[in-house]
């Protein structure tokens, strides 16, 4: 391992450490997680240490659990359409024991795809996790001195109240999401605190060409 | 009311089929969330993946006692 990959480079973040110090962005379900404890990934390094953990902001989360709730009172109204009235009782209360495990199904599955679509930051490599439903994954990976640009951008309202936005961050190879809607393969739709992201990543990177250029 | 071979085809009856096998697809399509669940804590190692992991199969072991209820029933 080159000596630039050192693991202390994270002590070398400004803003890594800042945020360190005020305690927040700890919660392991939480959006942004500085220096997550006890966490590792599939092809992690020995000295490779993780600097950011992070997902969509917890606000995506509301269209599905408002479609939910919506689906929780369904049954409680559904007798009094007459093709379910035309039902007994027994084959009534079988059709409500689906519609609630498809319900829970349906909250248990969209919170863990919530909670497992990641993207890593270490102080060598930026890791996206995308999985897309139950069947399909996808993992990019790149090396810190590879990356040529980061920016982010807020659209809507609820972006800009809630502090949540898309990174885009341009590698020197030609990398692209497998199904080409993303503008990059390292594109973390919906992040909360795209602004820390950017200035980490970017830290990051300085730090990266500081050393390089030495 | 429909009588074929003198057995009485009711909605109940037709319902009550296709409910016992949506059961039996949901418990399948829980089995593989199961799966998925290990292998995203295969890739991503996070402490509370123990729980979600805990969750995913409390869950699927309730459907299977609903599936074998509802089946039977």
Redesign the interface.
Known sequence: MPEIFGANKVADVHEVVELEKSGKFKS??GSFVVT???????SQDNDEKIVI?GRKHFVVNLKWMALACFAFFVPMFWGEFP?VK???T??SF??S??WY??L??YV??NF?LW??N?Y?VTNERLVD?D?FG??Y?N?NVTQIEKLQDVNYSQRGIFSSFFNYGDVVVQTSSEQRSDDRSERSAFTFNAVANPDLVVKIISELMEEVSKQNSR | METILNGQI???LV??IM??I??VL?FL??L??LR??A??????????GGS?KT??WS?SAL?LL?TVI?VL?
Do not use: W
């Open positions: 392991l379900f997550p404890p006890k966490t590792r990934f599939e953990l093709m035309a039902l007994d027994n084959t079988i059709l024991v689906i495990s498809a829970l199904f248990i599955q863990v909670f497992y990641v890593i996790v999985f139950l069947m994954k993992i | 009711t909605v109940s319902v009550g409910a016992k949506m059961m949901l399509m829980s593989v969330m998925q669940t292998l995203m804590d295969k890739v991503i190692k996070i402490p509370v979600i969750l995913v869950f459907l609903l509802v029933a």
